[in-house]
């Protein structure tokens, strides 16, 4: 099959990986939720061979994301395994967690359930980094991300960019404390979680 592409990996996976460097260095296994296109797992895997990358999505987008891990070839990136936030998740457990624009395409109790599922699916000291658009004490970071919204709402009455104090609110209630909180190119952010810091 022809790979799906997604511009907006490639213009986002260096500032994305400059953070991983940092906060994935000590950390082995990394449950990527919602790996889209799979682009960003090849990218990040190949340049962070010391990490399991597991990829997982719904099972819709899991052929996509097999033809890019079959062509890298990686020996660091097993087979990409079903996931949705709102049915059954593995039983394995990982000391790393990442998602990239996700939160804002949930619903919001799919939000919920991503956060309170993560404490069945890592180890004591995990790491969570999450990257996207985030409001900040209720208001929009940029006219862009205003706009982004609105053409979100257009498309689905559940998206919406989330506000970053309702993450971290959710991201307490699991366990997990806000270690950092970095801007990135686009009016983006990577916030980074750990557990057990809380």
């Excluded at 919602?34 to 010391?50: D, E, I, K, N, R």
């Excluded at 936030?85 to 619903?107: E, K, Y």
Aim: net charge negative; proline share 6%.
């Amino acid at each position: 099959m022809e790979k799906p592409f997604s511009p907006s990996c490639e213009r986002n996976r260096e500032p994305i990986l400059a953070v991983l460097r940092e906060h994935f260095a000590d950390r082995r296994r990394v449950l990527e939720i919602g790996s889209g296109t799979g682009q960003h797992a090849v990218h990040f895997a190949a340049a962070l061979p010391h990490l399991a990358w597991q990829c997982s999505d719904r099972a819709e987008n899991l052929p996509g994301i097999r033809a890019w891990l079959d062509e890298a070839a990686l020996p660091n990136t097993p087979a990409p395994i079903e996931l949705d936030v709102a049915g059954n998740w593995p039983s394995t457990r990982h000391d790393a967690v990442f998602s990239a624009n996700t939160l804002h395409i949930m619903a919001w109790h799919e939000v919920e359930r991503l956060f309170a599922r993560l404490p069945q699916v890592t180890t004591a000291d995990a790491v969570l980094a999450i990257y996207g658009p985030f409001n900040q004490g209720g208001r929009y970071g940029s006219d862009s991300n205003a706009a982004f919204d609105q053409w979100l709402k257009a498309r689905g009455a559940h998206m919406a960019i989330r506000d970053a104090e309702a993450a971290d609110a959710l991201a307490l209630a699991a366990g997990f404390a806000l270690v950092e909180d970095r801007a990135m190119p686009a009016n983006n952010r990577c916030r980074i979680w750990r557990r057990g810091s809380a």
